[in-house]
């Protein structure tokens, strides 16, 4: 399956139990770590990215979630995710994409993620009837044939759908 493009709307999901991954091994205490990947035993030296150095600063996140990456924080202007070691995160983090296809309702809330194998994630009765109907017997084996087909199903229902 060809990797698909992919556009992060800073929602943080994705960084909500990286915690129990990434380990701050080192501290240097000049915003440089080195950090220890729990699961591939990876050890990758990060440091804060100079603009984010204030954020980072506050670890109030950190009681409030403490499952979350050390790394991660609220930008305070706008509340969306931000992590403050962008500019030298790890492969496991540059390489991460949630969705395929985000699927909003018609006030514009998400209410469904396609993943990259062609699964619904969704908590929404009417998404998931509709798909267990209609976009689930889609057996079509082009990607972009078949992601096409779907929007449009998709649209068709009043729902939004971002790449």
């Known amino acids: 399956m060809p990797l698909l493009s ?3 709307f800073q929602c943080g999901e994705c960084c909500a139990n990286l915690g129990l ?5 080192e501290d240097d205490c000049d915003f ?4 220890h990947n729990n699961y591939t035993g990876e050890e990758t030296p990060v440091s804060i990215d100079p603009d984010k150095r204030d954020l980072f600063l506050d670890m109030s996140i950190l009681k409030k979630f403490p499952r979350i990456c050390p790394f991660f924080r609220h930008q305070p202007d706008s509340g969306k995710a931000c992590c403050t070691v ?5 492969d496991i983090c540059r390489d991460y994409g949630c969705w395929r296809l ?9 209410v469904g993620r396609v993943r990259y194998i062609r699964t619904l994630c969704s908590e929404d009765p009417v998404l998931t009837k509709l798909w267990d ?5 889609n057996v079509e084996p082009d990607d972009r044939v078949w992601e096409d087909k779907m929007i449009q199903t998709l649209t068709r229902a009043g729902y939004t759908v971002r790449k």
Do not use: A, D, S
């Open 6 to 8: 992919f556009e992060c």
């Open 86 to 90: 962008y500019l030298t995160r790890p």
């Open 102 to 110: 985000l699927i909003l309702n018609h006030r514009g809330r998400r």
């Open 32 to 35: 440089r770590f080195l950090i």
């Open 133 to 137: 109907e209609c976009v689930e017997h």
């Open 21 to 25: 991954v990434h380990i701050i091994k």
